[in-house]
């Protein structure tokens, strides 16, 4: 439920709106806004909750309208926002406004495979390493990851650097461990719906990266951002990396770009398109980068690996150092291109 309040509306008669709602139970979410204040109710009512409450406030003082959300997510809607929101991470704001290039292997394999790829991955442009040490792999027999010495390798890589590092978190009781090495905590397709995880992410007070599950519904996604967010934790990036796909045998997934301005209409948090894991295949890459950038998506997150065939995990979907410098290059052209056209 969201109360709009008049314009002009006095603090007394904003409080008094928020009285009601605390008296009701719930916590009012006050969101101010460019002529007015609305206020939100982030809790799923029952019908006579809503029926007393609409009735309550309606009749307020300074009150204009009182309007109820269909949607089952709250604090991740757009409604609930006053703006969009950029995510802060030591100096790179991740949201409207820049294009943020997430780059590197799928997994640290050695010290010397990810600094490779972190001097690579900066000069090329980009300001965010990424990097597994737990690996959720289909075969317990396949490369799970480095560990706890992966991520010592992230922290040291990060810090001679600069680059803001991201990297997996598989379970739980595993974030404080992760967090302390990481700048970013990503959540795995496969963790989308692992609700422990979401909360202990939430509590962690770390930026966390959310990617959409293999078969999730928009609104499943935005559930799963709500855990995070409803822990207090307003850092919360979406990452858009491919669904089930009808025909496996082209690509490994389908990349669902129309998640992107379905997304923006309806959440405020940024959102970062995979599409390594979104087709699978190397040569995909670039153009859906660039289809991304069109669709409107904040970033991309993009595997990079110094010898692809080499590669422990997810070889045949990593650039090479040359493919992903070039994307760069023409990633930065078409955002040219497309800032200039907004302004005219
Ligand atoms: C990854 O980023 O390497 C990864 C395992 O991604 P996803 O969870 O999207 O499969
Ligand atoms: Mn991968």
Sequence with gaps: MIILMRFGAEEAQIQAVCDVIREAGHEPLVLPGEDRVAIGIPASLSQDERVNLDAALSAMEGVSKVTHTSRPYKLASLEFHSSRS???????????????????????????????????????????????????????????????????????????????????????????????????????????????????????????????????SIDEFLLAAEYLLSQGNPNVILCERGVLPIDKSYTRNTLDLSAVPVLKEFSHLPIIVDPSHGTGVARYVGPMSLAAMVAGADGVMIEMHPDPKTALSDG?????????TELMTDLRRLWSFQTQAQSV
């Design 86 to 216: 950029v995510v802060e991470v030591r100096g790179v704001g991740i949201g409207p406004g820049s294009f943020t290039v997430m780059g590197g292997p799928c997994s640290v394999e050695s010290y010397e495979q990810f600094s490779t790829s972190a001097r690579i991955v900066k000069e090329a442009g980009a300001t965010v390493l990424r990097g597994g040490a737990f690996k959720p792999r289909t075969s317990p027999y396949a490369f799970q990851g480095l560990a706890q010495e992966g991520l010592e390798i992230i922290r040291k890589v990060g810090q001679e650097t600069g680059l803001v590092t991201i990297s997996e978190v598989m379970s739980g009781d595993m974030v404080p461990m992760v967090a302390e090495y990481v700048d970013i905590l990503q959540i795995g397709a496969r963790s989308m719906q692992n609700f422990p995880l979401l909360i202990e992410a939430g509590r962690s007070g770390k930026p966390v990266f959310l990617k959409r599950g293999p078969s999730a």
């Design 316 to 324: 045949s979907q990593a650039l090479t150092p040359d493919q992903f």
